[in-house]
């Protein structure tokens, strides 16, 4: 399951740099930044591709020093599971 986690550049350099090194520390770094605009509001961050574990370790960091981060990294989880299903 392919997990895709969205995040404004500032929470994404938040997350980030909470993260022990190794392997979630590669997660961050395969994100990509976006730039797009919804009703003329323009959004600036990064999406997280990742895998089901990768997003787990991340939503643990975030509920222990991003507490604002992990609605958006659960939303992701669940957007995923539910795309999973739908396909099987």
Known sequence: M???IKLASR???QLRSKLPA???NQTMDR???IEHSVDGVLFEGY????GERDA?????TAAKYCPEVV???QEAIRLAESDTRRRS
């Open 2 to 4: 392919e997990i895709f």
């Open 11 to 13: 929470e994404f350099e």
């Open 22 to 24: 190794g392997s979630h």
């Open 31 to 33: 994100a990509t930044r």
């Open 47 to 50: 999406t997280i591709p990742c």
């Open 56 to 60: 787990r370790k991340l939503l643990e």
């Open 71 to 73: 609605s958006k990294i």
